[in-house]
């Protein structure tokens, strides 16, 4: 019995500085690369204005939190 084994290649937040600018959001999940379109210009839109919303009332006298404008959340190994 003869067994194959594949290495699979795991990505990391490393890889991302060497990917090409070219329009495409690039994600590492897991160690897995996801590719996709960027968003489009009427996402981006309704995003901005979230923000302001979730901002204005972050900024109360409340206290619940703080409202950050980010493309995403990257977590460093």
């Known amino acids: 019995m003869t067994k194959t084994t594949v290495d699979q ?4 937040t490393a890889d991302l500085d060497l990917l090409p600018e ?4 690039y994600e590492v999940i897991d160690g897995d690369l996801f590719v996709t379109r960027s968003p489009h ?4 839109k309704v995003v901005g204005r979230l923000y302001n919303a979730l901002d204005s009332w972050s900024l ?4 619940y939190g703080e409202a950050v404008l980010v493309p995403g959340i990257v977590f460093d190994q």
């Open 9 to 12: 290649i795991r990505f990391t």
């Open 41 to 44: 210009w009427n996402h981006n």
């Open 60 to 63: 109360s006298d409340k206290g």
């Open 22 to 25: 070219d329009g495409n959001r």
